[in-house]
Structure formats: structure tokens, C-alpha cells
T-cell receptor
Framework: GENVEQHPSTLSVQEGDSAVIKCTYS??????FPWYKQELGKRPQLIID?????GEKKDQRIAVTLNKTAKHFSLHITETQPEDSAVYFC????????FGKGTMLLVSP | NAGVTQTPKFRVLKTGQSMTLLCAQD?????MYWYRQDPGMGLRLIHY???????AKGEVPDGYNVSRLKKQNFLLGLESAAPSQTSVYFC?????????????FGPGTRLTVL
């Protein structure tokens, strides 16, 4: 089955800095790569996703890149704000999703 | 639209007791999923369904059973609860476009097994 590794497990940045979270996957058949944000005590919510026929996707301050050859994808958040503080999960799959273990992002004012 | 709802929000069980978690969605989604979330482990798929009357095993199915008698409902059962099943359980659903599509999550059920 699919195996997704996510790094780092925690990331602390100053407000205004950029944050990058990286994930690798093992199954070359995976074709869908979403990123979810989960605030404390809340449900995971999709923030951006990318499919295997696209190398990069951007939505305002958030961007995702995908390297199919190397089997890794990354989340980039620019101009971070305190409200970006949360746990971020990557996932990969083609029929069901396998999630990474999460990255706790702390943005200090 | 209420989206994805889960019942109950919290539950405490004793070892060996049984219970059923209910997930309901009003978005006409074909696919539904049950995950468990443990600290440091991310979300792990327990069982899923690709349509009414169908179920399939996920990554961690042991100790759980599911049923999808109606398209809008997906039930997760614990026949004999164990402390290892203490977790937060999330239900999710995907639109008819396919299961590699946005999954919408419910608010979660926090289960403690003593």
C-alpha cells in the first residue's frame, strides 16, 4: 500500500516568513495530492490539492508543487500570519487516501 | 446544507461494551469514509464505502464493522470496545466525481474506552 512521509513534524516561524512542508510517497499510481489544515479541536479542511498531471498550483499565499519522478510534493505558505498556526496534513492516493502524520505550524507575531 | 454530521460528539465506554457511531451527509456523495486520529499518527482509514450497500476495509479495520444501508448514512460499530480504540473518529464523504476528490470531514467523535 501507499506510504506517506511528512516533514518536519513541527515548524516555528515568525509572522511574515515563509513556511515549507514536504511529503514523499511510495506508490507511483497515486494521482491525487491534497493538503488539509486542522485547527485545534476542529475537523480537517482542504486548503489546496494537486493532481498528477499538474506540476504546480497556487492559491493566494498557498502553493503546492509536485515532482512525480522523485515522488515528493510540498506545501509553501508565504507571508505567514498567526491564523496560519495549525496542523497541516498531506495525503496521497488514487482510490483511497493515505495521510502523512502531520506538521504543527506555529506562527509567532 | 448541514454537510457531514456525526453522532455522538463524545462518548465514554467501558472495555467490552459496544456502540455505533453515525455519520450522515446531505450532499448526495457516493463515497464515505471512517478514519481514526491518534496523536502523532495522522488520519488512518478504517473502512470506506463507494456506494449504498457497499463497504471495504481500509488500513486499520480490525475491531470495527460498518454498514451503508442508505446512501446518506455510514455507520461504524464497535462490538467489544478496547482501550486501544480510544481515539477521535472522523467521517468524511466525497462527491460523485470519484473518490480521488475533495473529502469533506465531519466534526469528529471523541471516544474514550476505560
Amino acid at each position: 500500500g501507499e506510504n506517506v512521509e511528512q516533514h518536519p513534524s513541527t515548524l516555528s516561524v515568525q509572522e511574515g516568513d515563509s513556511a515549507v512542508i514536504k511529503c514523499t510517497y511510495s506508490d507511483s499510481a497515486s494521482n491525487y495530492f491534497p493538503w488539509y489544515k486542522q485547527e485545534l479541536g476542529k475537523r480537517p479542511q482542504l486548503i489546496i490539492d494537486i493532481r498528477s498531471n499538474v506540476g504546480e498550483k497556487k492559491d493566494q499565499r498557498i502553493a503546492v508543487t509536485l515532482n512525480k519522478t522523485a515522488k515528493h510534493f510540498s506545501l509553501h505558505i508565504t507571508e505567514t500570519q498567526p491564523e496560519d498556526s495549525a496542523v497541516y496534513f498531506c495525503a496521497a492516493g488514487y482510490s483511497t487516501l493515505t495521510f502523512g502524520k502531520g506538521t504543527m505550524l506555529l506562527v509567532s507575531p | 446544507n448541514a454537510g457531514v454530521t456525526q453522532t455522538p460528539k463524545f462518548r465514554v465506554l467501558k472495555t467490552g461494551q459496544s456502540m455505533t457511531l453515525l455519520c450522515a451527509q446531505d450532499m448526495n456523495h457516493e463515497y464515505m469514509y471512517w478514519y481514526r486520529q491518534d496523536p502523532g499518527m495522522g488520519l488512518r482509514l478504517i473502512h470506506y464505502s463507494v456506494g449504498e450497500g457497499t463497504t471495504a476495509k481500509g488500513e486499520v479495520p480490525d475491531g470495527y464493522n460498518v454498514s451503508r444501508l442508505k446512501k446518506q448514512n455510514f455507520l461504524l460499530g464497535l462490538e467489544s470496545a478496547a482501550p486501544s480504540q480510544t481515539s477521535v473518529y472522523f467521517c468524511a464523504s466525497s462527491p460523485p466525481g470519484g473518490n480521488t476528490d475533495t473529502q469533506y470531514f465531519g466534526p469528529g467523535t471523541r471516544l474514550t474506552v476505560l
